[in-house]
């Protein structure tokens, strides 16, 4: 989810606490207290819990419903599919280009599919911080803000991938001059961060509660997570990082796309809205249609095609659409009907 700022007046009839998307407590809980079971997930990995059985509750319970609750506000709501129109084809090349980069190298699909995967945690990140931006009247800042973001939760895995990449001999010792002249880089970037923020706190300026508690549950955890992934044999390192790193993600987009769908389809006619209505109607519906969607186009399908990871390469282009369209349908600057929906215009 990426949410554009916005410099319009905060909804009238917001019923949500002053700072916060939702409220106090729900921000507590779904948005940063959320991330923080990355670290329990990371203790629990590290003391022995199987990699197999942590993956398939990931995916079953978690991750799986989490891709497919776009659905819910995209291919469910028919005014969503006729504003959105081609958008929602582009499941066929994206189910198609995953096998050719397997078939290419196994290693190329990895790599494009889990850097997009954080560039998409990234920047749902960044689009909460843009929210609490809006919500606490923080003007100042945006452009910082982005980079902080980006490159804090990128550059783990820029590391990571020095692990995953052959190098000659003759090269390493440059690369390695690189990484810590790249570290030592980020280093100061942090210091300048928080340097300045305690600058603005102290010159009365707006201090941005919300956005330094998300930032501080979530930065350093994508650092531990890949740290401790490039201590382990690669394919299980992916796994641990991966899981750990979007758990509070998933968590997160669920419960903000809650809140969005309640606040626009309540009350809502078929007639309006068409099945979007009534996958909304009520929270049981919402978890059990991204649960069974799972089930239907991914974990069933994965299953029947017994370890042919060519076929199963097919299944990511669900995952590959989620990220495309996450990317559009969160744009609260051009779709001020979003705005409205996440009570943050009027």
Not at 39 to 59: D, E, Q, S
Request: hydrophobic share 50%; proline share 4%.
């Amino acid at each position: 989810m990426s949410t554009a700022y916005l410099s319009t007046p905060a909804y009238a009839g917001s019923t949500t606490s002053p700072g916060w998307i939702i409220s106090k407590r729900d921000d507590l809980t779904w948005f940063i207290a959320s991330s923080a079971v990355g670290y329990v997930a990371l203790l629990v990995l590290a003391a022995g819990f199987p990699i197999l059985t942590a993956v398939l509750i990931w995916n079953l319970a978690i991750d799986g419903p989490h891709v497919f609750a776009t659905a819910s506000r995209t291919y469910f709501d028919k005014r969503s599919r006729q504003k959105l129109g081609w958008r929602l084809w582009m499941i066929i090349p994206f189910a198609l280009v995953c096998p050719l980069l397997w078939s290419l190298s196994p290693g190329w699909l990895v790599f494009f599919v889990i850097s997009w995967a954080q560039f998409h945690v990234a920047k749902q990140h960044l689009g909460f911080v843009m929210l609490y931006k809006r919500k606490t009247g923080e003007r100042s800042d945006v452009t910082l803000d982005k980079r902080f973001v980006v490159i804090s939760l990128m550059l783990p895995w820029a590391f990571y991938l020095y692990r995953l990449v052959v190098i000659p001999d003759t090269q390493k010792t440059a690369f390695r001059l690189v990484l810590v002249l790249m570290a030592l880089s980020y280093l100061g970037f942090v210091v300048f961060y928080l340097t300045h923020q305690i600058g603005k706190a102290l010159r009365g300026e707006v201090c941005n509660l919300p956005k330094l508690l998300l930032l501080s549950v979530v930065v350093p955890l994508h650092w531990i997570a890949f740290v401790y992934a490039s201590t382990l044999p690669i394919e299980q390192g992916l796994l641990v990082a991966g899981i750990a790193t979007n758990i509070g993600h998933s968590l997160q987009y669920q419960r903000l796309t809650w809140f969005h769908n309640r606040n626009k389809y309540v009350g809502a006619t078929r007639s309006t809205f068409g099945l979007a209505s009534v996958v909304n109607s009520r929270l049981p519906i919402f978890l059990l249609t991204g649960i069974s969607l799972n089930l239907l186009f991914a974990a069933l399908p994965h299953y029947a095609m017994k370890g042919n990871q060519l076929l199963i390469s097919i299944l990511i282009g669900a995952n590959l659409l989620h990220y495309y369209l996450d990317s559009i349908i969160w744009r609260t600057r051009s779709d001020k009907e979003l705005a409205t929906a996440l009570r943050i215009a009027g």
